[in-house]
């Protein structure tokens, strides 16, 4: 079983979309946080300190890359990796995203193998503090 530092949050205004990864992401293991927008998101985050979070795009009250950027100006949150999951795959988003300090991009819908690797690939890392 894994242990409560392994905390996902993943920030979602589709509640499907939310409970499905969740869902998912729980029967792997993982302890799920989740917010229907940025800014509870971003609340979350500070308060609970995820390992990892899953950041949509298109949120109501600020899109997935202002709250990138807010999150990786924080002193407290920089080193928390962000994966933004999108529909929207243009270059224009995928720029933004990576100059807003996102650390991985994914396409919805979202393969579970590929989530589930880059998940790995983020959680199993040594945190860079």
Known sequence: MLTSKLHILYIEDNLLELQLISRHMKYMGYL???ATNAQDGIRLAQTQ????ILMDIHLPDMNGIEATQ????????????????????????????????CD??????????????????????VPQV
């Open 70 to 101: 807010l999150l990786k100006a924080s002193p407290e949150l920089k080193h928390i990796p962000v994966v933004i999951l999108t529909s929207d795959m243009t270059d224009a988003v995928y720029q933004a995203s990576r100059d807003a300090g």
């Open 49 to 52: 300190a995820p390992r990892l």
């Open 104 to 125: 991985a991009f994914l396409e919805k819908p979202i393969n579970k193998v590929s989530l589930l690797r880059t998940i790995n690939q983020f959680v199993y890392a």
């Open 32 to 34: 799920m946080l989740s």
